[in-house]
């Protein structure tokens, strides 16, 4: 996996760069409440290895509950591809500054629509969208596929593997919490250790993050 940035100057870029959608194609920030069937239909149609419950308590209380964005490209009421924005604080300058940021997830189009550029398009909205209303300085992804991203002009700045990253450890010493067994006392110790080894780019939490991500 990948992590990649967009800096505020190509954010301003893009504010040129944007053009109108395709035929009767519209782009615009939908109501994720309102939507929710259509962007769960779209995610579990291009991820179909997500367990379709899982989809539906991700959308509530990862986007819904955090504020996300979703823009969406349509088809008259048909959503065809859409980019989905989580508002978030990142640190950078030597972890001396924190600068907000959104972090961009369910990128995607469906397979009937691709190969026409709307991921693209929508991705320059993005970026027009944020250029104006200045509340994001920086956008941040994971991905598998850097090269789709480095060509709309994004960055890497953090490469990291799960199963590099563990092959440091001694398995033997890896403990699995559980729901039943998490406690206040591992969710400081989890926050601690995540301070301890935060980076430029790495996003702030709180405990009460730690404890949203080990309940989701």
């Known amino acids: 996996n990948v992590l990649i940035t967009i800096d505020r100057q190509y954010i301003f870029y893009c504010l040129f760069c944007f053009h109108e959608g395709y035929g009767t194609m519209q782009i615009k920030v939908i109501d994720i409440k309102e939507y929710i069937g259509r962007i769960a239909d779209l995610w579990i149609t291009c991820f179909p290895e ?65 190969k026409k550029g709307y991921s693209r398009e929508l991705m320059n909205y993005v970026c027009d969208f944020f250029c104006e209303n200045k509340k994001v300085s920086v956008l941040q992804l994971a991905t598998q596929i850097p090269e789709f991203y480095s060509g709309l002009g994004f960055n890497t700045y953090f490469r990291y593997s799960y199963s590099d990253y563990f092959k440091k450890y001694d398995k033997n010493k ?21 301070n301890k080894n935060a980076k430029d780019g790495f996003f702030v939490k709180t405990k009460n993050d730690i404890i949203k991500m080990v309940h989701l």
């Open 50 to 114: 997500d367990d379709v419950e899982y989809v539906y308590y991700y959308i509530k209380h990862r986007l819904i509950d955090n504020g996300a964005y979703c823009f969406a490209c349509m088809d008259s009421e048909t959503l065809v591809s859409m980019i989905n924005v989580i508002p978030r604080q990142t640190h950078c300058n030597n972890l001396s500054m924190i600068i907000p940021s959104g972090f961009i997830v369910g990128v995607c189009t469906h397979p009937d629509y691709r």
């Open 174 to 194: 890896i403990r699995v919490i559980t729901h039943q067994d998490f406690s206040s006392e591992i969710a400081d110790d989890l926050l601690a250790c995540y």
